[in-house]
């Protein structure tokens, strides 16, 4: 389960993996975001997690930043459910899907996958800006009755998502920071 550095040390395989993240998703333009602010600059979370080379390493990354108590990994839909993917697969502990809403027909689930009140969860997340996608699937598993243990970021752009998560009540670490990606 270690981090293949093939003999880099920890910190230069990180900054490695970042400039990889910043190459293949960093776009600049004109975009609206999910929050409905324009940004001059979009992380496509689609071109990181379809791309193997890279969701294996942040899959080897974030398992890293694994609480050791943690029992699931959580991954809101869409975006984040290569990434629970991942790291379950390099963690070795099983994931839980978390649906924007319930699904209107057969078992009319709120979460795809095994589920049991009162189990550690780490909620992974893409690309933060506000937190509120994040901040959302937590609720709902908090709800649910799941001890919700942090919420982990690929990529913080470092507009609030920290705060804003803290506020909800939640603890929060992100693997990169859009300053720490030297953008």
């Known amino acids: 389960m270690g981090t293949p550095t093939l003999g880099m040390d920890r910190e230069r395989w990180l900054a490695e993996l970042g400039r990889d993240v910043v ?4 776009l600049e333009g004109h975009f609206v975001l999910r929050s409905g602010a324009v940004s001059s600059y979009y992380f496509d979370k689609y071109r990181l997690t379809t791309r193997p080379a890279i969701l294996r390493r942040l899959g080897v990354a974030l398992a890293e930043m694994l609480p050791p108590e943690t029992d699931r990994i959580a991954g809101p ?15 070795g502990r099983p994931s839980v899907f978390v649906r924007r809403q319930a699904k209107e027909y057969g078992t009319a ?3 795809e996958g095994e589920l049991e009140p009162g189990e550690r969860i780490v909620l992974l997340e893409d690309i933060l800006t506000t937190g509120g996608e994040a901040i959302r699937a937590a609720r709902a598993l908090r709800d649910f009755g799941a001890d919700v243990l942090e919420i982990i970021g690929v990529v913080d752009r470092e507009e609030g998502a920290a705060a804003n998560i803290a506020r909800a009540g939640f603890r929060y670490r992100a693997l990169f920071t859009k300053r720490g990606l030297g953008l």
Not at 23 to 26: G, L, T, V
Not at 77 to 91: H, K, M, Q
């Open 23 to 26: 190459a293949a998703a960093y």
């Open 77 to 91: 839909e869409l975006g984040a459910i290569p990434l629970a993917t991942a790291v379950s697969l390099e963690s």
């Open 109 to 111: 689930a709120s979460f």
